[in-house]
């Protein structure tokens, strides 16, 4: 069966991908308008009507700001540990309480959505609770990892299982440290439950890369403290110090922070 891969929105704006077959699919986040949801979906041949799970990873606005709509509205499944629905509770950032669509999950216990199979894992940053997601489908396994303070020995063994791995690379670090954040939020970004920098993510990449790894996306790009271009470069070079090949060894991208990929399909 194919798998269909497509970032809708990647960035401190909003979030949200879509991971399914030809016969269903489901959201990680949805941090973005529904009408947008539905647009992008529609643009690129894929049924609403076919998402049968939204995954969410923390309850910062940027992630779920569309999640009680989903949920409520459409009767369609949120998974998420029980902090992370707490939080969602507690936001006013949604609007729909969730109800009937509230499923929770534990982390590190596998559980399945049709012919998909879901670890959920545990992730630092400076949320009610944070999880990333690794998602096994046949011979393929994704796993997603944004908002990620620093890279614990759970991210890195998660990531490192990974054929197709979606990973936060949010600042570069000269411009954050010269850039106008004030410096209580320049600690933040840069802090152990803040976000991952362009160099810890090319650093991590280098040091376990594996053949079994096809593509890396970076994802989570900051408005005014990077640039896409600077990202990947940033990636490039430090694989290629290794003897690692972009565009023949993997494949590497920079996920748009408020535009759509392009659809990846699997066999």
Known sequence: MKLYFLSLAS?????????????????????????????????????????IAVLVTHDH???????????????????????????????????????ASRRIIEKEKTFLIRDFRITAFEVPHDSTDNVGYFVEFGNHTFTFAT?????????????SKANHLVIE?????EMLKFGSYPHFLKERVSSPTGHLSNREAAEFL??????????????????????????????DIRLFSEGIRVGKDVSLTTLKRSTPSELYEFE
């Open 169 to 173: 690379a949010n600042y570069d670090e």
């Open 61 to 99: 606005a940027d992630h779920i700001k569309t999640v009680g709509c989903l949920g409520e509205k459409y009767n369609i499944p949120v998974y998420t540990t029980q902090a992370v629905h707490n939080g969602i509770d507690n936001s006013r950032y949604v609007e729909e309480m969730l109800g």
């Open 147 to 159: 908002d990620v303070g620093h890279i614990t020995e759970t991210v890195s063994a998660y990531m």
């Open 11 to 51: 960035g401190s704006s909003g979030n949200c991908y879509y991971l399914g077959t030809p016969e269903y699919g489901m959201l990680i986040d949805a941090g973005i308008g529904i009408r947008t949801i539905k647009k992008v979906l529609r643009d690129n041949i894929i049924e609403f009507s076919k998402i």
């Open 206 to 235: 280098a040091t376990h890369y594996h053949s079994g790894l096809k593509n890396i996306w970076l994802c989570h790009l900051s408005r005014d403290n990077n640039h896409p271009e600077l990202a990947y470069k940033t990636v």
